[in-house]
């Protein structure tokens, strides 16, 4: 037997229980020692049935938790992708999918950077096609994504990074992190758009990355509006949707820009994209982490106290992560 975090209803509090190891079903999954699984919006999303991808609970109850850091049976510690759920003392993962840690890097961070670098280097590799001396305009840069999403922004080459979200203290560590401008959203529509006007006017934003759609999304694009002569080309890609699922977007403002609309999540991506996550941008992603050129925090908690922490409010752009 084993300890694990148990769903049984979708939208339920998972508990704490003991359950029987998993056995490999097939050829490409291996049991492992789990060492740290980050609890994030994508594990949320699907326990309570709000992502797009969440599948019913099983009967008899589901380990909840997608990826982490985990040791195979040769003592090698890799990050990997649960077959059926990772929070518990043991799990199947995909062997096929997995990146070796560097060794400096703690399990805490290793298991919370992939999936901000997925909601990252995804949308700015392959949906944005970011090139050096771009300009890149984040909005929702404030949470523990936007915050990866500003450095590697940086580390792609971008020449300007304008970082946008509500949380002071973390727009101001943003500035320490590689933002070049932030703008605070929780003001009048009004100076908003007249900041995001003059950007466009001084220095075109190529690139968007959108972790919050909702109405700050929809002033973004209503600033790209022309007026029937030239306009700079911007690629806007969604990555998220923390303040709502809908926008209104008139007509008008999609003809009158060179405005290329996009997303990136699971299902948006081809198998060559996934080949190179796994091959490319992670491992580079945990060099950089571990020699202190990718900076995240992450606050440690225990697996038994999963029920307390699931609905845990993080703010700063801190990570949870369960350390088993
Ligand atoms: N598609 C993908 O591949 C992918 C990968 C990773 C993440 N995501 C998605 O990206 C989004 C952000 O993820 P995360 O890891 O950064 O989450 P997080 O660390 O919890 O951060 C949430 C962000 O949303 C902001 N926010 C929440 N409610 C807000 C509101 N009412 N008004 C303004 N800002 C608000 C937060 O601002 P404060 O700092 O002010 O609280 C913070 O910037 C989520 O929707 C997540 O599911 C997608």
Request: proline share 3%; hydrophobic share 40%; net charge neutral.
């Amino acid at each position: 037997m084993m300890k694990a975090a148990v769903l049984y209803q979708k939208g339920d509090l998972p508990q704490y229980l003991d359950i029987p190891e998993p056995k490999a079903k097939a050829d490409n999954e291996v049991l492992v020692s789990v060492k740290a699984v980050a609890i994030k919006h994508f594990d949320k999303g699907r326990a309570t049935g709000k992502h797009y991808s969440s599948h019913t609970p099983m009967d008899g109850g589901r380990v909840i938790g997608g990826d982490g850091v985990c040791m195979l049976s040769d003592g090698s510690r890799v990050y990997g992708m649960a077959v059926e759920g990772m929070l518990s003392e043991q799990a199947l993962i995909e062997k096929d999918r997995i990146v070796k840690l560097p060794s400096k890097l703690s399990n805490a961070v290793g298991a919370a950077l992939p999936n901000a670098v997925i909601g990252a280097a995804m949308g700015l590799r392959f949906k944005a096609d970011i090139q050096a001396g771009e300009n890149v305009l984040i909005n929702g840069a404030t949470g523990f994504t936007g915050r990866v999403a500003v450095q590697i922004a940086k580390h792609y080459g971008a020449k300007k990074v304008i970082a946008t979200g509500r949380n002071q203290k973390s727009l101001e560590d943003l500035l320490k992190l590689g933002a070049d401008e932030v703008i605070v959203i929780d003001q009048s529509d009004e100076k908003i758009l007249t900041r995001l006007r003059e950007i466009q006017r001084d220095s075109p934003i190529d690139v968007i990355i959108d972790y919050l759609w909702g109405h700050s999304a929809e002033l973004i694009l209503a600033s790209l509006k022309g007026t029937g002569s030239f306009t700079p080309k911007t690629r806007f890609v969604s990555v998220g949707s923390m303040t709502g699922d809908l926008i209104q977007l008139s007509a008008a403002n999609l003809r009158s820009a060179d405005l290329q609309l996009t997303g990136s999540g699971l299902g948006s991506w081809s198998k060559e994209q996934i080949r190179k996550l796994f091959t490319e941008i992670l491992p580079e992603m945990y060099e950089r982490a571990a020699n202190g050129l990718l900076i995240v925090d992450t606050i440690e908690v225990k697996l038994k106290d999963i029920a307390d922490l699931w609905n845990l409010e993080v703010p700063d752009g801190r990570r949870l992560v369960v350390t088993i």
